[in-house]
Every structure is written in structure tokens, then in C-alpha cells.
């Protein structure tokens, strides 16, 4: 069966310094992968996705990035953080069929001081 | 670009109670689904509506997709404190079926 990891759970960094939050998969191959960030009661905003190694879309502009250096880790960083970078951070695959329900990692929760 | 409208953003209801949670799309969508998020959990997919005019039932939820495929509606009869939690809808168009734009949720209370 799949699996997603996700690590650390809890994160408190100070503003202006850097983030590398990384998600991995289990049991699948060339999952379609996606870091959302949710607001304190509010909705999930996609950031990223990627359909492939090396290959990353960009949803909101912004000092965040992401990488996909192998085919089931997906890592989401920045230079330097700032105080709205806080949030709780998802990480989800899709498979390739044409069913493209998301299975959501257990998510990461930043807050920056 | 896509965007998924969801009504009410919080519901108080008794146990034993009815309770709908209802969703517009601007654009015609491919597909939509539904995810509960239990607090401090992450979302769960519960179901994925796909025909015009399709109505699914999960015991005692109930989920309807628009003749016009652009809206979508989650019904729960008779909750219990077990169906504490967010629910969104997430909805695909057809130029991107892997991308979903989600709702902004409607957060149930349940009350004993």
C-alpha cells in the first residue's frame, strides 16, 4: 500500500531564516506530487505541483521553492523566511489515472517568529 | 483563473440534526471531490463525483454534482460527534484533471 511521510511535524524558525520541509512517497511510481499551505481556518492553497522529476509549476509567486530530486521526494524551501510563511504545510501525490483523488501527507506545521 | 466558492465557512448544529455544505465553481469541472479534515488532521478524500446530475450516498452522507456541473452539494443526515471537522470540495477542470482547486471549506460543530 502507499505511503506519505512528511517531516518535521512541528517547526518554529525565526524570520530570515531558511526552511527545507521534505515529503516522501511509498508503494507508488511517477506520483504527481503537491505542497499546499493552509491558514489558520482557512482553506488549502496550492503552491506547487510536479509531475515528474525536475519538473515543478509554480501556483503563487512568492519566496518559497520546490524541488523533486528523485521521483517520490518532493522538498519545499526558502532563503529566508517571513512571518506570513506560517502555516501548515501539505504535501499530497495523485496517481496518473484518470481517478485523481489526493492522499495527503500529515503536514508540517510552521510557525515563524 | 478557477475558483471554488463554499458555503457556510462554519455550521453549529445539534446532534441528530441535518447538516449541507454547498459549492459553486466559476467554470465547468471535469470532476469534483470531497475531503473532511479532522482537527489538527490532515484531509481525507471521501468521495468523487464525475457524471452530470450524479448523486452518491455514503451512508448518511449524500453527494450531489450539478446538472451543469459546476456546482455540488454534501448532505449529512442525523450527524453525530463523529462528523466533527472541515469539509471541502475540491474541484478539476478539464485542462489540468491532476490539479485541484479547493473550496475554502465549511468547519461543522457538532454539539451533544
Known amino acids: 500500500s502507499q505511503t506519505i511521510h512528511q517531516w518535521p511535524a512541528t517547526l518554529v524558525q525565526p524570520v530570515g531564516s531558511p526552511l527545507s520541509l521534505e515529503c516522501t512517497v511509498e508503494?507508488?511510481?511517477?506520483?504527481?506530487l503537491y505542497w499546499y499551505r493552509q491558514a489558520a481556518g482557512r482553506g488549502l492553497q496550492l503552491l506547487f505541483y510536479?509531475?515528474?522529476?525536475?519538473?515543478i509549476s509554480s501556483e503563487v509567486p512568492q519566496n518559497l521553492s520546490a524541488s523533486r530530486p528523485q521521483d517520490r521526494q518532493f522538498i519545499l524551501s526558502s532563503k529566508k523566511l517571513l512571518l506570513s510563511d506560517s502555516g501548515f504545510y501539505l504535501c499530497?501525490?495523485?496517481?496518473?489515472?484518470?481517478?485523481?483523488?489526493?492522499?495527503f501527507g500529515p503536514g508540517t506545521r510552521l510557525t515563524v517568529l | 483563473g478557477q475558483q471554488v466558492m463554499q458555503i457556510p465557512q462554519y455550521q453549529h448544529v445539534q446532534e441528530g440534526e441535518d447538516f449541507t455544505t454547498y459549492c459553486n465553481s466559476s467554470?465547468?469541472?471535469?470532476?469534483i471531490q470531497w475531503y473532511k479534515q479532522r482537527p489538527g488532521g490532515h484531509p481525507v478524500f471521501l468521495i468523487q463525483?464525475?457524471?452530470?446530475?450524479e448523486v452518491k450516498k455514503q451512508k448518511r452522507l449524500t453527494f450531489q454534482f450539478g446538472e451543469a456541473k459546476k456546482n455540488s452539494s454534501l448532505h449529512i443526515t442525523a450527524t453525530q460527534t463523529t462528523d466533527v471537522g472541515t469539509y471541502f470540495c475540491?474541484?478539476?477542470?478539464?485542462?489540468?484533471?491532476?490539479?485541484?482547486?479547493f473550496g475554502s471549506g465549511t468547519q461543522l460543530t457538532v454539539l451533544p
Open positions: 463525483l464525475v457524471k452530470s446530475g
Open positions: 467554470t465547468t469541472l471535469s470532476n
Open positions: 508503494g507508488t511510481s511517477n506520483p504527481n
Open positions: 475540491a474541484g478539476a477542470s478539464s485542462g489540468s484533471a491532476r490539479q485541484l482547486t
Open positions: 499530497a501525490w495523485s496517481g496518473v489515472a484518470i481517478r485523481n483523488e489526493q492522499f
Open positions: 510536479s509531475v515528474g522529476i525536475g519538473q
